[in-house]
């Protein structure tokens, strides 16, 4: 994940707020800030779920925080994404031992 641009409308001295490609959702920003940055980093940030759009609660942003933080967000995107690739795969699993179990197909 990348942060695309800093969205100069939105951002203030202490907020700067930050637009990512793709956009990042509530699961990868709970996932990062559960697993990857821990409290005292995750304190820095908010999310907003209407528009997807991170902030970030301090004045300065170097290069080296945009690094950490996509760094960070794509760690988190693709554990999410197994995440849910795991937990299709075993629905898929159980319908179709249900399936094999009754003699019915899945429709």
Request: aromatic fraction near 6%; proline fraction near 2%; charged fraction near 30%.
């Given at each position: 994940?990348k942060?695309?641009?800093?969205?100069?409308?939105?951002?203030?001295?202490?907020?700067?707020?930050?637009?990512?490609e793709?956009?990042?959702?509530?699961?990868?920003?709970?996932?990062?800030?559960?697993?990857?940055?821990?409290?005292?980093?995750?304190?820095?940030?908010?999310?907003?779920?209407?528009?997807g759009?991170l902030?970030?609660?301090?004045?300065?942003?170097g290069?080296?925080?945009?690094?950490?933080?996509?760094?960070a967000?794509?760690?988190?995107?693709?554990?999410?994404?197994?995440?849910?690739?795991?937990?299709?795969?075993?629905?898929?699993?159980f319908?179709?031992?249900?399936?094999?179990?009754?003699?019915?197909?899945?429709a």
């Amino acid at each position: 994940m990348k942060l695309k641009a800093i969205i100069e409308s939105r951002t203030q001295m202490g907020e700067i707020v930050l637009q990512t490609e793709p956009k990042l959702t509530g699961d990868v920003f709970d996932y990062v800030c559960e697993h990857i940055w821990g409290e005292g980093t995750a304190d820095q940030f908010a999310f907003d779920t209407s528009t997807g759009e991170l902030t970030f609660l301090r004045s300065l942003l170097g290069a080296d925080d945009v690094a950490n933080i996509e760094t960070a967000l794509t760690q988190a995107e693709k554990a999410v994404a197994r995440s849910k690739d795991e937990a299709e795969s075993e629905h898929k699993g159980f319908l179709q031992r249900v399936s094999k179990d009754s003699g019915l197909p899945l429709a």
